[in-house]
């Protein structure tokens, strides 16, 4: 059991991220070293939670020691498990390779940015609670703002502008969704959510259908489904390459909250009826394709990999729009995969950028850059993985979304012809970028000189395809894994008993004893929370 | 007064989703504000609309000639704190993009494609 430890993700980088800004404001070694050490105790701290999740049930924080539905909690279940081991893994790697490539010094506050941004990811991954989701958000969107237009440009700022007002409306309507179910329901902690929406009668749920999906749609937006992808190019183009990298796990919060709201509080075929599946298995189909073609369309790298995300994104989803443990289990291991996957593409593309000089990304021949057999091998395997080619694990995510959608012959239509459609994309651009540059004439384009250490970037790069290559070797155990993840999610009242039962009666007590507060001797079960003789010392 | 909250809350959602499909910064910011005024009013008006009641219960047993829901005023209150301070960035970020590029358009432009 982890007690306390549970709310350590948010708090960590919540103490670190004002710490940094304020008490290393003009040392940048400082800075580097301690957002270095609070990522790695991020992930160390996300490997012990998710080492209990797998053997515990889920297990519950109560913020205050308020009781659920009067109160926030905090819920560790192996999703939310997983979704904190992969994003601290993934910051470990963006705040090394920025350190690597100097981009943290072209600008002001990159390091407490990015701690105030995984307080915001990890907070949104670990509550229970609707309208704190909807807090997380913003606390990871606020510091999104500031790394999107880290070092400024006009382009970048341009974007970032594009950015911000897409997903101000996103925010805007996320609170006309919850406003909606709450005036429903009267409540808006998941789990009691969950309790009240199963037993509604179908006749009065039209205004909740509306709220759910409201609701999707702004799932929808921060995860780039079509029709609300069109933030995503420019922006992740734009952003600085670390940024970008760690941008990748930011679709995956929409992911990750539309699976978790469309099976907890408005499971399929429940109260609502299929509407989750209706919605979004055309717009998971029709989002990877439009991602596909625009990797094959792209003119310039970091839309190629931009566009695949957008495709990734829809291939998971059409998983997760099965709402069957078998798919749920394929798409969570495609979404490790993935999330992977763009983030070492980012990366790597980042690479290419800063020595191409004045060419940039554009998909033309420029001659050799440096390091060049390097950085062509690494983005080989980057194009592989993500457009889902044997050996990495693009293809064995795919192969078991696949398996587990059998019998949807158009279904797997799309897969199959949108990855021929990938790997042309990245066979064109790899070829003209890495290949036709021997054949190009002039010199070697002047490289970005305020590059710290090289190396590090190559490695923070390297370990995450070092990552893909581990989930590809252990895809047994981390399969069976995710597939008990998707066992545990389909049954939702063990998620529900941990925050609800019991909570009334708890409630109940503390407050009895509380209004007894002119009593001598204090309420039976009124607990320790309330000594019965002050304590020295306090 | 029900006519009256809906109404406004129809027309400045209206009004907010007219302004963010401008071009230029500057009317999508205001239409960015009337939308979070908008959904303000509405946050505010899920609890149902209940005049001159405390947001509290009576002490229990105790009659209560009712109460007004305590809780979407306190959801309201982080909503008007969190989009104020989101205007405040997008204003910020509308004028470092004016500075840069010299002008309020808030499409990319063909220049966006040559990069």
Known sequence: MM??????????PAFLAPLIVLWMRFDLRSQRVFSVAGMTALVALAITLAVSASTNAPEVYRLGNWEAPFGIVLVLDRLSALMLLLTSVLGLAVVLYAIGSGWDKRGWHFHSLMQFQMMGINGAFLTGDAFNLFVFFEVLLIASYGLMIHAGGEARLKAGVQYVVYNLAGSTLFLFALGTIYSVTGTLSMADLAQKVAVMPASETGLLRVGAGLLMLVFAVKAALVPFQFWLPATYTNAPGPVAALFAIMTKVGVYAIVRIYTLVFPAGGTIGWLAQEVLLPAAAISLIIGMIGVLG???????????????????????????????????????????????????????????????????????????????GMFFAGAIAMAGMPPLSGFIGKLMILDATRGQWWLWGVVLVTSLIAILGFGRAGSTVFWKAHAAEGDQPEPT???????????????LIAGLVALTVFAGPASAWLRTTAQQLYTPSAYIDAVMAGAYERAWAATSGHGDSHAEVPAEGHGADAPAEPVSGH | MEALVASAVGIMTAAGIYLILR?????????????SYAVNIFLFATGRLAVNLPPILGHAGAET??????????????????????TAVVVMLSLGAFIEAGNDRIDLGPEENKK
């Not at chain 1, 007690?3 to 960590?12: K, M, N, Q, S, T």
């Not at chain 1, 790298?301 to 394929?330: D, P």
């Not at chain 2, 000639?65 to 989009?83: E, F, R």
């Open chain 1, 3 to 12: 007690g306390h430890w549970i709310v350590a993700p948010v708090v960590l």
């Open chain 1, 298 to 376: 792209a003119r310039d790298m970091g839309r190629t990999v931009a566009y695949s995300v957008i495709g990734s994104v829809g291939t998971m989803m059409l998983a997760f729009a099965q709402f069957t443990e078998a798919a749920t289990g394929a798409g969570l291991y495609y979404m490790v995969h993935s999330t992977l996957a763009a983030a070492a593409l980012f990366l790597i593309v980042d690479l290419v950028r800063e020595r191409r000089g004045a060419a940039g990304l554009a998909i033309t021949p420029v001659p050799p850059i440096r390091n060049a057999g390097l950085i062509a």
């Open chain 1, 449 to 463: 000189r305020d590059a710290t250490a090289p190396g590090l970037a190559f490695t923070a790069a390297g370990g």
């Open chain 2, 23 to 35: 071009l230029r910064t500057f009317p999508v910011v205001l239409g960015m504000a009337m939308l």
């Open chain 2, 65 to 86: 000639a009712g109460y007004t829901d305590p809780i979407p005023q306190a959801l309201v209150l982080t909503a008007i704190v969190i989009s104020f301070g989101m």
